[in-house]
């Protein structure tokens, strides 16, 4: 009996994963993986909980992956830079 009691009290748990692999140019890959678990019960757990824990994930894998010696995994894993702001251009300047 205690132990069906106990079975019944189990909470099912929210798990997020997050895995990259990359190629590093010289026929071989690094990848790095994270699994966390969201606090609470599954059914507990917003998307905005889990969206989180999903981003954290990934920045742990990224920060990882950025260590590595080969050049080519730290690139393809480094933040993309926003685009520069167009320039407003001289409504003077006549284009050719």
Same mark, same amino acid.
Do not use: C
């Given at each position: 009996? $205690? &132990?069906? !009691?106990?079975? &019944?009290?189990?909470? !099912? ?12 140019? &010289?026929?071989? !890959?690094?990848?790095? =993986? ?14 905005? /909980?889990? $969206? +989180?824990? +999903?981003? &954290? ?5 990224? =920060?990882? +992956? ?6 080519? /995994? ?6 993309? +830079?926003?685009?520069?702001?167009? !320039?407003?251009?001289?409504? =003077?300047?006549?284009?050719?």
């Amino acid at each position: 009996m $205690a &132990n069906q !009691t106990s079975a &019944n009290q189990e909470t !099912t748990r929210a798990r997020v994963v997050f895995r990259k692999q990359v190629s590093d140019g &010289n026929y071989g !890959t690094e990848s790095a =993986e994270v699994a966390l678990e969201v606090p609470g019960d599954v059914y507990d757990a917003t998307e905005e /909980v889990i $969206a +989180l824990a +999903l981003e &954290n994930a990934r920045k742990l894998v990224h =920060e990882e +992956l950025s260590k590595s010696p080969a050049w080519r /995994v730290r690139d393809a894993v480094k933040p993309e +830079l926003p685009p520069e702001p167009a !320039t407003a251009a001289d409504p =003077e300047e006549i284009p050719f």
